[in-house]
């Protein structure tokens, strides 16, 4: 099993699955989220990534994290969260796995429509799938594909 990030200040320690990608296994955390995303954002630098590409990779894996944490493991800190990355020159990729029973995307009201303007709801999937390149639920609905494409423009036209 993967080292687990438990609250220190050491970089955390990778796993590679048999694809090449990289592993890392949390706890249920918000502040091991936040580790996680600084951990993947010294290996974007060291890619050399510009400024918004790492925005963008930066605040699609908070909103993916939090939700993880705080949606599909309730808050539980016994309840593991697993992001499995791959950094290539071309691209960002990461899978982000909760323990929760899952959801369906399509069943959360539109962030967008004026009723729902004022509600939290949907709002963190719609950042994710502004800023990243592709974006994909697996079923049953806790674990999260997303990917940014180096040169392609996303609807923010960032990339």
Known sequence: MPDLLVGSDRPPKTQSPTDGAQQLVIPSDPAEAGRVQDHIERLLVSHRYEERERFSIKLA????LVNAIKHGNQLDRKKKVIVQYRISHERFDVQIIDEGKGF???DLPDPMAPENLERACGRGLLLIRHYMSEVNYLPPGNRLSMSLIRGYKTRNGNH
């Open 104 to 106: 369906n995307p399509d």
């Open 61 to 64: 894996m908070e909103e993916a």
